[in-house]
């Protein structure tokens, strides 16, 4: 919060939450997905940047309180060890980057350089994607209730404690459209992405 507040300007109080997905931004607007740690939310962010999409924010994803739109912050994509086959044609230099042991998560990661430039950058957002790689599956891909969504999205989020903020933060969720993709295939995966960003869903 103290990188979040110096990069941006802005007190803790001016942040309506901050929330564990990937924020990933086509120039005009941002979407934000989520989903469990293993579900391919991260790969799916790799997916998409190397196929014209930007990559706003990774894992911390700030929402300002005035404004309701996603800020930047700049941290590396984390890819995991089972995502490299998929990953290394698209990001070659992902090879020779160095290999990370976090024992306590019995997670081996590498880290990818995001390709968004601009660090001051924020958007609106008025989609949230809940995201799942499943070996072998069809592309399933339904609109989900609003209840649904908040019973996925707050556990993992911390929400500003002021009651002003936490009004706003519900009005500006109510105002969203919540989607739920399951997939195997990235073409897929991606061209739905892109359906969803040119408001064709």
């Known amino acids: ?76 994509i984390s890819i995991k060890k089972n995502s490299l086959e998929t990953l290394l044609p698209l990001y070659p230099q992902l090879a020779h980057s160095a290999e990370y042991h976090f024992k306590g998560l019995n997670k081996i990661v590498r880290y990818l350089q995001p390709n968004n430039v601009d660090f001051l950058s924020h958007l609106p957002c008025k989609d949230v994607v809940f995201i799942k790689y499943e070996k072998n599956s069809d592309l399933k891909f339904d609109k989900i209730s609003k209840m649904n969504a908040f019973i996925k999205l707050v556990p993992d989020s911390w929400l500003s404690p002021i009651k002003e903020n936490a009004q706003l933060f519900l009005e500006w969720f109510d105002g969203l459209n919540c989607y739920q993709i399951t997939y195997s295939e990235n073409e897929k995966m991606i061209a739905t992405v892109s359906k969803i960003f040119k408001n064709e869903l």
């Open 1 to 76: 919060m103290e990188f979040l507040q110096k990069i941006h300007q802005k007190e803790e109080s001016q942040w309506l939450g901050v929330f564990h997905a990937s924020a990933v931004s086509n120039g005009k607007k941002t979407v934000l997905f989520l989903g469990d740690s293993g579900n391919g939310k991260s790969t799916s962010l790799a997916l998409l940047q190397a196929n014209g999409f930007a990559c706003l924010a990774d894992d911390f994803v700030p929402v300002a309180s005035k404004t309701q739109e996603v800020y930047s912050f700049p941290a590396a």
